[in-house]
Each structure stands twice: as structure tokens, then as C-alpha cells.
């Protein structure tokens, strides 16, 4: 019975994290350059599921089950996470540098590995 709820939660929270605006907040930047410039950030919750969904494959981080074997084994950390969602324009580039942010997406990964 337990693993049925956590299996049926678990497609739950699989399909919300695949839709791409979901936890999407915008916030109009203030660009010394461009005024009019929108940076949009990811939440840590749905930047950790798209990377465990293999959004950034591309960039050396793989998905699903390697995603969570190459972060216990060092191979990935929350940095290079973030660094890969700032080189996709997922996250500004003041976020690679706020601590909080990085230990919040820690936060999520190891969350996600305990499942």
C-alpha cells in the first residue's frame, strides 16, 4: 500500500516538473544596458527535477538514476548544475554565486536521492 502512494506521488511529481513554466518566476531586471530585460529563475525544486529528467544532457549531466549516482560519487555537484541552467539562460548569473540558492538546490538532491 505505502509503495503505491509513493509510486502514484512520485508520477505526481514527475509530470507537474515537466511542465516548463511551472515554478517559473519572472522578475523584470533592472540591466544597466537593457532596461527592458526579463531574467527568469528557476525554483531549486524544479531546476533538480529537470536535471534528473535529463534536460541537461547536453552539458555532461546525465538523467534519472545516473543523475543521482554521479552527484553521490562527486562527478556532479550543485555548481555545475547551476552553472549548466545559467549557460541554458534558465538562471542569471548572480545565482551561480548565492549560496542560498546553491544550498537549497543541494537541498532538493539529496531529498530526491532519499526517495
Known amino acids: 500500500m505505502k509503495?503505491?502512494?509513493?509510486?502514484?506521488?512520485?508520477?505526481?511529481?514527475?509530470?507537474?516538473a515537466n511542465v516548463?513554466?511551472?515554478?517559473?518566476?519572472?522578475?523584470?531586471?533592472?540591466?544597466?544596458?537593457?532596461?527592458?530585460?526579463v531574467r527568469y529563475q528557476l525554483r531549486p525544486f524544479n531546476l533538480v527535477y529537470l536535471a534528473y529528467q535529463g534536460y541537461f544532457r547536453d552539458q555532461g549531466?546525465?538523467?534519472?538514476?545516473?543523475?543521482?549516482?554521479?552527484?553521490?560519487?562527486?562527478r556532479v555537484s550543485a555548481e555545475e548544475l547551476v552553472q549548466s541552467a545559467v549557460k541554458k539562460?534558465?538562471?542569471?548569473?548572480?545565482?551561480?554565486?548565492d549560496r542560498g540558492y546553491l544550498r537549497a538546490v543541494k537541498?532538493?538532491?539529496?531529498?530526491?536521492?532519499?526517495?
Do not use: M
Open 20 to 37: 516548463p513554466t511551472l515554478g517559473v518566476e519572472t522578475a523584470a531586471a533592472a540591466d544597466r544596458e537593457n532596461s527592458t530585460a
Open 89 to 97: 539562460n534558465k538562471l542569471s548569473p548572480e545565482t551561480a554565486s
Open 61 to 74: 549531466i546525465p538523467g534519472y538514476s545516473a543523475f543521482l549516482a554521479a552527484y553521490e560519487s562527486g
Open 107 to 115: 537541498s532538493q538532491i539529496e531529498s530526491l536521492r532519499k526517495d
Open 3 to 16: 509503495f503505491t502512494i509513493l509510486g502514484g506521488l512520485s508520477v505526481l511529481l514527475f509530470s507537474i
